[in-house]
């Protein structure tokens, strides 16, 4: 099975990532290659067209769509403000007077003669891209974005919730298998990155909340809490965009799981640093899996970064089980048997062998486990 | 005809195909087949599959492909691949039979399908008109926008501005009638400046199929801000449909530019040796010709991981909708909101607390490829499938119907009838065969296991055949249906539709226990089964699919089977792989909401069709 490949998350000492930046429509790029930036750094900006308010002027003022152009007192691409009379009849007695005025502080979009509408447009809206993590600009895509390249420490987590946003780290806990717990969140923390353990609760939550903390990595949640947290069941896992007051981020999954020691390990070694967090989960094509950066400090160099290459699973790779009875045991491959295995649900899967740190051994479907990559 | 028939191939190579290769790329899985030609007619050997690659570190479809391919090489012995390259043809003619394929073709959902966004002047005439239209060219219809919607003209430009659908169709108006809402809606639409899902650098197609003597105004208005494509009126006549230009449109600019825009497309184009058709036009193309040749009415399901379809083809008018967020993977814990953790348990034979319940539904969302692998997931994701079976069937019965605002001739003889425009097609008691296909249901360990996961979720009336998709090849066998009609034909009925058997279910409710008919089963080795049949019974016998059965009922006085309440009832039925089932547990099927009552009735029945291994 040289060629079976089992999708895994990356958590990683060092690595260099890029991370593309792009408009989400045309705009200006504010940085050239080559340049350092920050998190907090505009790297690139768009207008962003206003809302369009419609009036059907024929109607209002009672006459054939194709009649408009002769009533109107602005023309197509005119700027208005509030108030201004876009288009008025001019009746022998003056009191019978009909002026439409617009609604809105734009321009005049278009007008057209077939239905009778105009279409006015509020003033365009700026947008500015943030650079998203400390690094070096290795890429400007003109009119579109940039991507930023760092060097940098990587955990990816395998579900999260809010936007993007940066903090200190901050260890909550002392081991990856406590739970999180209100009381060992402080005042100090407001603003930065709370890692946890197993299991976070909504009353840490709430108290993480509270205190302005900006991010929560932890192993695990119930899924009623996060429901509560949301305010409505999730139905897919497409997220980023939530306003819960901080990101979070799930390491493990739904549940009391420990966080896998080696995500805690990374995590407290870099205590006291900056990282650059983002909850956006889309598991469908093109998966977005939240991320936990912890740039390095000093420019990265640009350098071209090699696609990454699995040839599937090999013995000794160091895996997480991922569905019940053994959801979220860590262990290592210690054998691929290549022909198929009946289980208990009288299926006949893929299995592969997993021996856990204890010396015990357990038969497994392919498909239930995880490679946790990076080295 | 579908787009998909209609659809050019490329030119196919002038030696005989006898060895093809086939893949879909599922949201979740790509599944490869091998077919080959043995003697005079083509059967599916091999199978393979792998997780679809359209996520990091590949963000490549072609890499999932390759791997499933290469579990075909593994277990075949036959060489397919050179590196990254199909290797075509076949090697045969070279002295070298094990090396190369004649033909590769493929099917795809991956990229999240094509999501798409219609707009029409009524909503429930040319706005369903441009639905079903979307919906039977394979794809998800995120939206319906219509002059008579409710919304307001701004939050119709804000809908669009934010849905980014992959492509829009525009329809509205009868040829010759007015223009100005059809305008209207271009209008809008051009304010919104839609931009596509995928880059930011290529206009959103947009196929207009409304009203054509408002083609030149629709062209001044879009032309320049979309990639505009015409297409014949989809109602040229209030009376009359014409969705069939409309479609090939539509899989035309799918396969332009939206495939094109996913990762990894371009390399699968340039490998495939016909057109890659969008999976679920595959399988329509599939049911269709099911229907067609039986002369049949028929309900075909596929339930994926992010989307359940369904198909239909009732009085020969086929109809095909989508259910985008009902799934068992990505969108398992959508079918927990919808159905509710209530309708989810009652089909579960055991007590769970709900924590774990939906602990366990979350952490199958977001690791939307792993398997059950104890008995009571297994069944935990059978109750899921039940519900999401059901409302995909919801879904589809409101969209299956006839067209609405249409003057109906009546006769005398309708007088008493309150039939209004618009009523569903599906009509149960005239269904004749359900057919299955989805992994959830291809990959049941017990056929029994599909089919009763089918009449649970369907409650089918009076006497149906159930089938399945065997190894949920559906969708490689309709694309190879374009390409080689002999090849998709034999294989589809030689390994790919299996037959489960057939259920009568007699209409009406009665207490647990009850008489609900007695019945005569005439079996073909001469025996004679009778028996009473009572409320809460499942009664399974063993009948083959070339094994006919002659099945006499006497119903109750309250209990219809198609004839009328307590009317007998007389029919010879076929068997199939879990033979024929006696249903008596009524219509509408009715569960105990006491909890220990619900689990000792759900185990009676399990046990009594022998669902699960014994001692579960």
């Known amino acids: 099975m040289a060629h079976s490949y089992t999708p895994g998350l990356t958590v990683t000492e060092r690595m260099t990532v890029r991370r593309r930046r792009i408009l989400p429509l045309p705009g200006s790029v504010l940085v050239q290659v080559g340049d350092a930036v920050r998190a907090d750094t505009a790297v690139a900006r768009a207008e962003l067209p206003g809302k369009v308010v419609p009036l059907n002027l024929a109607n209002q003022l009672g006459i054939a769509p194709d009649e408009i152009n002769d009533y109107l007192v602005k023309k197509e691409k005119d700027s208005v403000q509030k108030d201004d009379v876009l288009a008025e009849n001019k009746p022998f007695i003056k009191w019978f007077k009909t002026e439409i005025r617009s609604p809105i502080t734009g321009k005049v979009e278009s007008v057209s003669t077939i239905t009778g509408q105009i279409l006015l447009r509020e003033p365009p809206r700026v947008l500015e891209l943030r650079g998203y993590i400390d690094g070096t600009i290795a890429e400007v895509h003109p009119e579109q974005g940039v991507t930023v390249e760092s060097t940098c420490s990587l955990v990816q987590g395998i579900f999260g919730i809010g936007g993007e946003t940066s903090g200190e780290l901050v260890m909550g806990v002392k081991a990856p298998d406590q739970p999180l717990l209100p009381e060992q969140l402080n005042p100090s923390m407001k603003g930065k990155v709370v890692v946890g353990g197993a299991f976070l609760s909504a009353a840490t939550m709430a108290r993480a909340k509270e205190l302005g903390i900006v991010g929560l990595v932890v192993g695990g949640i119930h899924d009623k809490d996060l429901r509560a947290l949301l305010g409505y069941d999730l139905g897919v896992a497409i997220t980023g965009t939530e306003q819960v007051g901080f990101t979070l981020i799930l390491t493990e999954g739904f549940g009391t799981i420990p966080m896998a020691p080696k995500t805690f390990a990374l995590l407290s070694a870099h205590a006291g640093q900056k990282a650059s967090i983002s909850g956006a989960t889309q598991i469908r094509a093109g998966v977005i899996r939240p991320e936990i950066i912890i740039p390095h400090s000093g420019p990265a160099a640009v350098t071209k970064v090699a696609p990454a290459e699995r040839e599937g699973i090999q013995l000794g790779d160091p895996v997480r089980i991922i569905r019940d009875p053994l959801f979220g045991k860590i262990g290592a491959v210690s054998g691929l048997p290549s022909e198929l295995r009946a289980i208990p649900t009288e299926s006949e899967v893929r299995v592969l062998e997993v021996r856990f740190p204890d010396g015990t051994t357990t038969v497994v479907p392919r498909a239930n486990i995880e490679v946790i990559e990076g080295a | ?616």
């Open chain 2, 1 to 616: 005809m579908t787009a998909a028939q209609q659809s050019p191939s490329t030119s196919h190579p002038a030696q005989p195909l006898n060895v093809i290769v086939a893949t879909d790329c599922g949201s979740t899985t790509t599944k490869a087949i091998l077919i080959e030609k043995v003697g005079n007619e083509y059967r599916q050997t091999y199978r393979g599959e792998a997780p679809t690659t359209v996520e990091a570190p590949f963000e490549d479809v072609t890499r999932g492909v390759l791997n499933a391919i290469a579990e075909i090489e593994e277990l075949s012995g036959r060489t397919i691949l050179d590196g990254d390259r199909i290797i075509t043809p076949n090697q045969a003619s070279q002295g070298d039979p094990k090396r190369g394929v004649d033909i590769y073709v493929s099917t795809s959902s991956a990229g999240g399908g094509l999501q798409m966004m219609v707009t029409g002047v009524v909503q429930n005439m040319t706005g369903e008109s441009a639905q079903r239209a979307a919906l039977g060219a394979g794809a998800i219809v995120i939206d319906v926008l219509a002059s008579n919607d409710g919304r307001l003209p701004y939050e119709k430009i804000e809908r669009i501005r934010t849905m980014r659908p992959d492509m829009i169709l525009m329809s509205g108006g009868t040829d010759g009638g007015a223009v100005t809402h059809v305008v209207e809606m271009a209008e809008y639409i051009a304010a919104a400046e839609p931009r596509p899902r995928f880059g930011s650098t290529y206009q959103l197609p947009l196929v207009y199929a409304g009203n054509k003597d408002a083609q030149p105004q629709v062209n001044t208005i879009l032309g320049k801000k979309t990639a505009l494509e015409f297409a014949d009126n989809i109602r040229p006549v209030l009376e009359r449909e014409n969705l069939a230009p409309a479609r090939n449109k539509i899989h035309d600019l799918f396969l332009e530019h939206v495939m094109q825009q996913a990762p990894g497309y371009k390399k699968l184009i340039e490998m495939a040796g016909a057109p890659i058709m969008p999976t679920p036009a595959a399988v329509g193309v599939i049911m269709e010709t099911i229907a067609k040749r039986e002369g049949i009415n028929l309900i075909g399901v596929d339930i994926g991981g992010a989307t359940t379809d369904v198909f239909s083809v009732f009085g020969g008018l086929f109809n095909r909708t989508v259910s985008a967020n009902l799934g068992m993977s990505y969108s398992i814990s959508n079918v927990l909101a919808e159905a509710g953790l209530e309708n989810i348990m009652r089909w579960v034979p055991f007590t769970i607390d709900e924590q774990t319940l939906r602990n366990r539904i979350k952490n199958k969302m977001v690791r939307p490829t792993t398997i059950p692998q104890s008995l009571d997931e297994l069944q935990i994701e059978h109750a899921i499938s039940r519900e999401a079976l059901r409302l995909a069937l919801i879904h589809h019965k409101s969209l299956a119907t006839g067209l609405k605002g249409v003057q109906q001739e009546r006769t005398i003889s309708d007088v008493f009838e309150q039939r209004t425009s618009g009523k569903t097609l599906i009509d149960l008691l005239k269904l004749d065969l359900i057919v299955g296909s989805g992994g959830i249901l291809s990959h049941a360990p017990r056929r029994i296991q599909s089919m009763l996961m089918m009449v649970d979720a369907y409650e089918p009336l009076g006497v149906t055949t159930l089938s399945v998709d065997s190894i949920f090849m559906m969708p490689h066998l309709g694309v190879l249906s374009t390409v080689n009609e002999q090849a998709a034909t034999d294989v589809f009925v030689r390994d790919c539709m299996v037959y489960l058997g057939t259920c009568i279910a007699p209409i009406g409710q009665g207490k647990d226990g009850e008489r609900c008919a007695d019945y005569e089963v005439a079996l073909p080795d001469g025996r004679i089964d009778k028996g009473t049949l009572a409320f809460g019974d499942l009664k399974l016998f063993s009948l083959t699919r070339d094994q006919q059965a002659t099945v006499t009922l006497q119903p109750s006085k309250q209990v219809d089977l198609g004839e009328g309440p307590g009317q007998s009832f007389t029919r010879t039925v076929k068997g199939g792989v879990v033979g024929l089932m006696l249903d008596g547990r009524g219509r509408p099927l009715q569960l105990p909401t006491d909890q220990a009552a619900r689990v000792a009735m759900l185990t009676r029945w399990y046990q009594a069709v022998g669902l699960y291994p014994k001692g579960s």
